[in-house]
């Protein structure tokens, strides 16, 4: 079993109000890959990645985590089993940052404080957040609080971890250091699914790379294929779209 795909996504579709969204997406991720997603807005990202974790679950199609399908493991174990990363951070305004990274492992996990605390202190360590162990959220830079809440990701001892535009509310003086920690994460032979544009990210450290438009995989392939000599017209038009909004930037 431990050969099989940690995440197989089977022709998952997802309407809302009567426009699909999602018209058939698979791929596969493998343990200790990075996979990035890339494609214009509106095209079904997010909502894929909702998919995965059942924020909001497909309406076909299969989600199979590690050999179990996300609605057989149930809500409790896909929030324990599966990180997330948003864009705004999500970490909770009235908590200081080391209870922001030792909830969700006591009130899902049920580890004890000791523990708890053990591997917090642990993951803040490896996100350079030592000293900001008593801060709230909102004495943090965007790039600190984004740091923060990888840590409390990686603190749940995930299977994988998804990550939605994580950098896109930064500054961009202030994206550097959380691709930074992502590249070495990825290099840690995390298993990592992460929407985002940030070329960097995707040069260094993807695996491969997925482009999405209008709910469907258009083509997927090694950074170094998919960059350079892309199949569709489609793919090379809207590389060169972000690479000169990225100039201009
Ligand atoms: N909860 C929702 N209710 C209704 N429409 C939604 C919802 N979530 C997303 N959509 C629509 O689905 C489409 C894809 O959205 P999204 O997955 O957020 O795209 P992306 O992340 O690629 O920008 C958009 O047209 C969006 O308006
Ligand atoms: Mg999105």
């Known amino acids: 079993m431990s050969d099989n795909p940690i995440l197989s996504v089977r022709d998952v579709r997802k309407t809302y109000g009567g426009v699909e969204v999602l ?13 990035i997603v890339i494609g214009p807005s509106g095209t079904g990202k997010s909502t894929l990645l909702r998919c995965i974790n059942l924020l ?14 996300v609605e057989e493991r149930g809500i409790n174990q896909i929030r324990a089993q599966i990180g997330f990363v948003f864009q705004e951070f999500n970490l909770f305004t009235h908590l200081r940052v080391l209870d922001n990274v030792r909830l969700a492992q006591r009130n899902v996990l049920g580890r004890s404080k000791q523990e708890a605390t053990r591997r917090a202190m642990e993951e803040l360590e490896r996100v350079g957040l ?11 830079s965007g ?3 984004q740091r923060a809440s990888i840590a409390r990701a990686l603190a749940m001892d995930p299977k994988l971890i998804l990550f939605d535009e994580p950098t896109s509310a930064l500054d961009p003086e202030l994206t550097g250091e ?30 491969e790379v997925i482009f999405m438009e ?5 083509e997927q392939g090694p ?6 000599c892309p199949e569709h017209a489609r793919t090379s ?7 000169h909004e990225h100039q201009e930037a």
Request: cysteine-free; proline content about 4%.
């Open 130 to 140: 030592s000293d900001k162990l008593e801060a709230y959220p909102a004495e943090l």
């Open 237 to 243: 038009q809207f590389l060169r779209m972000i690479s």
């Open 23 to 35: 018209k058939g997406v698979s791929f596969d991720l493998e343990r200790g890959q990075s996979k």
């Open 178 to 207: 959380v691709v930074q920690v992502m590249k070495d994460l990825a290099n840690a032979g995390m298993t990592m699914l992460v929407v985002s544009h940030e070329m960097g990210f995707a040069r260094a450290a993807a695996d």
């Open 223 to 228: 950074p170094s294929t998919l960059f350079t």
């Open 56 to 69: 909001s679950p497909p309406d076909s199609g299969n989600v199979v985590l590690d050999g179990v399908t």
């Open 143 to 145: 790039g600190q609080k």
């Open 214 to 218: 209008g709910g469907v995989i258009v």
